[in-house]
C-alpha cells in the first residue's frame, strides 16, 4: 500500500515536471515569435524610412555643395544648400534664381550650335556631367547683352547688387543673344572666375537640377539664400 502511494506520488511528481517542461517550451517559442515579429516590424520601419528619404532626395530636396568661388559672395566655397527640385514642374525658372545645372563638358564651347544638333545630343548625353550652381539673369523672350562692364536686358541696364567684383566680361558668345524657349541665359555672381553661359551659352531647362533655397552650412550663415537678390 505504501509503495503504491509512493509509486503515485513520484508520478505526479514526473507528471508536474512535464508539465511545466511543456509550460516553459511554450513560453520560450512565443518569446522568439515575438523577439522575430519585433524584428521584422523595425526592419519594416526602417527600409520605409530609407525609401521614403531616397525618393525625397531624388525627386523633393536634395543637400548640395558648392564647389569653388564662382558665387561669391553670395556663396562661398564649402557652403551647403538645399536643393528643391519639384520648383520648376510647376513653373519657369525666374530671373534671380539660383540654380543647379548639369552641364556636359564634352560641349563644343565656342560652337555652342553645335550642341543642339540631335546627334551630337544623343552622344553626349550622360558623359562627363558636371554640376554648375548658378544665377538666372535672361529668361526666354529676352535680349541679353553686355555693354562696358554691366548686364542689360532688353536694352535695360540691369541693377545687381549681388554682383562680386567690378566688371562682367563678354566672353565667348555672341552678343547681343536672345533667350530662346526653355532656355535661360545664367551667369556666376563672381564675374571674374565663373564659368556660365557666356561660354557654355544657354542652358535648356531639362539641364536644371532645381532651384537652391536655403543655405544649412555654415551654422553663422543659416538662412535664405536671396536675401541681396533683385527680382
Not at 557652403?79 to 543647379?100: A, H, N, Q, T, W
Not at 536672345?178 to 571674374?192: A, Q, S
Amino acid at each position: 500500500m505504501k509503495q503504491n502511494e509512493e509509486r503515485d506520488g513520484m508520478s505526479l511528481l514526473f507528471s508536474q515536471k512535464n508539465f511545466l517542461g511543456i509550460v516553459g517550451m511554450g513560453t520560450k517559442e512565443k518569446t522568439q515569435k515575438y523577439i522575430f515579429k519585433e524584428f521584422l516590424g523595425w526592419l519594416e520601419a526602417i527600409l520605409l524610412a530609407v525609401l521614403i528619404s531616397l525618393l525625397i532626395r531624388a525627386f523633393v530636396f536634395e543637400t548640395v555643395y558648392v564647389d569653388g568661388s564662382s558665387m561669391e559672395h553670395t556663396l562661398s566655397n564649402g557652403d551647403r544648400l538645399i536643393l528643391y527640385k519639384l520648383g520648376y514642374f510647376f513653373s519657369p525658372p525666374k530671373r534671380g534664381d539660383i540654380v543647379v545645372l548639369q552641364v556636359n563638358e564634352g560641349t563644343f564651347r565656342y560652337f555652342p550650335f553645335i550642341n543642339k544638333l540631335p546627334i551630337v545630343k544623343r552622344a553626349l548625353h550622360g558623359i562627363d556631367e558636371t554640376d554648375y550652381i548658378k544665377r538666372v539673369i535672361g529668361i526666354p523672350g529676352d535680349e541679353v547683352d553686355i555693354k562696358d562692364g554691366y548686364v542689360y536686358i532688353n536694352n535695360e541696364k540691369l541693377e545687381e547688387p549681388y554682383v562680386y567684383g567690378e566688371a562682367t566680361y563678354e566672353g565667348n558668345i555672341e552678343l547681343p543673344v536672345k533667350v530662346e524657349e526653355g532656355t535661360v541665359f545664367v551667369l556666376g555672381d563672381n564675374r571674374l572666375n565663373s564659368r556660365d553661359s557666356r561660354e557654355l551659352g544657354l542652358i535648356e531647362y531639362d539641364k536644371i537640377k532645381g532651384k537652391a533655397i536655403y543655405r544649412v552650412w555654415p551654422l553663422d550663415r543659416f538662412g535664405s539664400i536671396y536675401k541681396n537678390n533683385q527680382k
